[in-house]
């Protein structure tokens, strides 16, 4: 294997050696099968190409100080993809079957887990696709899950520093009661050209506002938000927002540290009264914000005037990085170790 720069990856896809795969054929699960092939052969009219009967997920694998490597959280992976096998009708995963791929995946990909300190991790994708030729508009009779993983950099080239966003009304993310809280590739290709106007004029990422009255905080690109103020960690409720498991995972430690924690519909105009804010997701843990433009009024919402992390989020951000190398004591048993 030519010798790879830990330092200077990218948060993109590598080859690695292997991946794992499974059949949802004749109403079951079969074996989990082991492949090296990086491309599937799938019927032309497969659901997931027609009618986007396809759910992904995505979580990381650390090689931690002490040789381990842990990962973080999967049985939370499993039960999220469980709920968008619900809300587009594919059959469910068992978690048993799910955390089994994982564990498997990593191991057989052991030499591109990245050293610790290096600032890189193993990214581990679970999709889950339907392959059963379908006409008419209907589930599946056949499903494809599969797992491969790439060894990823930081999400943000600056690693853990403030990023400015801009608001945008002229798309939404996701209906109210659409498919927002699923993780269906629909709605990613429904950000893209919101992405790339954001990125164009400068920005790390786009802000969207509830589709419904363009009045309060929805979704911060593919991330949640959360804000500080009054030593009281504070979030979005909605129902077009997908349930991130790094925000469930600082809203628990937010408590730990003593801080009150508040999930409710956040009006625009209360990003004024944020001392800290940031954008949280697995890729980047905690992106903090630096600012938030909302070109279309004028108006410029700054938490950080000199463009670093606000202490609070610094401090919840170390305590979760820690939690996830095993360096900070598990006491919510949010970890597995995967490889001794």
Known sequence: MKEIDWSSLSFGYMKTDYNVRCWYRNGAWGEIEVSSEETLNIHMAATCLHYGQEA??????YRCPDGKVRVFRMDENAARLQSSCRGIMMPEL??????????????????????YESGASLYIRPLLIGTGAQVGVKPANEYLFLIFVSPV??????????????????????????????KVGGNYAASLCASKEAHDAGYSAEFYLDAKEKKYIDECGAANFFGIKDNTYITPASTSILPSITNKSLMQLAEDLGLKVERRPIAEEELATFEEAGACGTAAVISPIQRIDDPENGKSYVFSQDGKPGPISTMLYNKLRGVQYGIEPDVHGWTKVVIE
């Open 153 to 182: 950099g930081p999400y943000f080239k600056g690693g853990f520093s403030a990023n400015p966003y801009a608001i945008t009304r002229k798309y939404d993310r996701a209906a109210p009661l659409g498919t927002g809280t699923y």
């Open 56 to 61: 992904f997920e995505g979580l990381k694998a």
């Open 94 to 115: 068992p978690t048993e079957l799910f955390e089994a791929m994982v564990t498997k995946v990593v191991r057989m990909n052991e030499r591109f887990i990245p050293p």
